[in-house]
């Protein structure tokens, strides 16, 4: 691959992603069932001096902690008490034959109308770890979202250190060009912000990045953190003092308290990694870590600031990407798929549509408006939810087709100079893939309106990254390049400069302007291979 700021990443969708999983077939259910009500409420938040309504779940900001163990069952009722219509995601569970309570609108359901309510009903198999839930509609998990904390069974430990306390911390942004990113819902330290500390204890936190388009560096002053799972699997633990994390990542590290108590107060910052052309908001938030003492307050303590890298420090990210490996062990072991059924070539990027008539957009030109796509297809939701129309055999009515390419219809020199048509089809297509399928899916970043971060999220699967450079991907000499022994598992991964599924960038922009595309799983042979009916409460759109 040559030297180029636009980075592929080459994914093998493993562990059976596009396969039976063996916990599907053999695991019965050994825990226990856990019962949670969502209300979706209107709720006036005041910060930085200024007060807005925002859509919450039990008028909560942040929204509740959703606590379980490996192989419980969760059931969420999620009742709609407010004008938008409104979906949750189970962001990286793997919904093995309960795809519909993934939650993406208009994917997976239709979404919950005002006055209505939808039971999600699904089991968590073969995870444990740090992953989170959210909103799946326009761009309401702004502020709808919250934490989900998947403890190992009963009687199994951590594979590392037992922490004397766990800590989630949820990075937040809103859309567009917010005012300030969020620490747990908060803009800094004048807030409620902080957090307390033990000499010589040991602290797990579980870092989540919720915020809608931003990724972001992390760092705590004169501390190193361990990292030890990323999106509830864990990993081979590597020391780090600067993490960054994409969007929809979560990432579990473990912070080692200074023998002493220190009369000093540490700084927690995070701020945006960024490569694209757009506007962002180019703000520090901050959060304090202090040490209990039986006396100086905070105000008479000195204070001490992380270094963070530059703004566009691609170098640093594909250094600190590349630190990630499975434990690849007896009890977690690395299932690699050592052969592949379906190959796949993806091109991500941005592109152009055209202005609609009598409108003036703000596009690179006054004529034309921003999209995304992926092989030059920008993905239209359809007003009939996917899976209902697959299950159902609706495709002769037109609600989607089954010819999305499998690689660019036309090859271009991905990260040299782009081609001089800019312009992306629209369309609703899906790619099948039969049941028991390995796959490998290369996603190319490209440099068309300048090469940027995709931040790809898979739903119901996890995925093996098994590569990733810079440049044009090498189809001969790359591959025996791959990882294929401890590669890291994942939900979401940057792409830096039986059912349907979603494949999406998870910076909601760039998901808006139909940057991801759907697939068909088909059923397996056997009734355990197959996806059963829809819930009766199913919505309606």
Known sequence: MGASPAIVMILFVAVGCFMAYPEAVTAKHTGITRHYTFNIKLKNITRLCHTKSIDTVNRKFPGPRVITREGDRLVVKVVNHVPNNISSHWHGVRQLRSGWAD???????????????????????????????????????????????????????????????????????????????????????????????????????????????????????????????????????????????TPGQTTNVLLRAKSTAPNVTFLMLARPYATGMGTFDNTTVAGILEYETPSSSLKNRPLLKPGLPAINATNFVGNFTSKFRSLATAKFPANVPQKVDKKFFFTVGLGTKPCPKNRTCQGPTNTTKFAASMNNISFALPRIALLQSHFFSQYSKGVYTTDFPAFPLIPFNYTGTPPNNTVVNNGTKLVVIPFNTSVEVVLQDTSILGAESHPLHLHGYNFYVVGQGFGNFDPENDPPKFNLVDPVERNTVGVPSGGVWLMHCHFDVHQSWGLGVAWIVLDGEFPNQKLPPPPSDLPKC
Request: hydrophobic share 40%; glycine share 8%; proline share 8%.
């Open 103 to 245: 939650g993406p609108s208009y994917i997976t359901q239709c979404p919950i109308q005002t006055g209505h309510s939808y039971v999600y009903n699904f089991t968590i198999t073969g995870q444990r770890g740090t992953l989170f839930w959210h909103a799946h509609i326009s761009w309401l998990r702004a502020t709808v979202y919250g934490p989900l904390i998947i403890l190992p069974r009963r009687n199994e430990s951590y594979p590392f250190v037992k922490p004397y306390k766990e800590v989630p911390i949820l990075f937040g942004g809103g859309p567009n060009v917010s005012d300030a990113y969020t620490f747990n819902g908060l803009p800094g330290p004048l807030y409620n912000c902080s957090a307390k500390g033990k000499a010589r204890e040991t602290y797990l936190l579980r870092l989540i990045n919720a915020a809608l388009s931003d990724e972001l560096f992390f760092s705590i002053a004169d501390h190193s953190l361990t990292v030890v799972e990323a999106d509830a699997v864990y990993v081979k633990p590597f020391e780090t003092n600067v993490l960054m994390i």
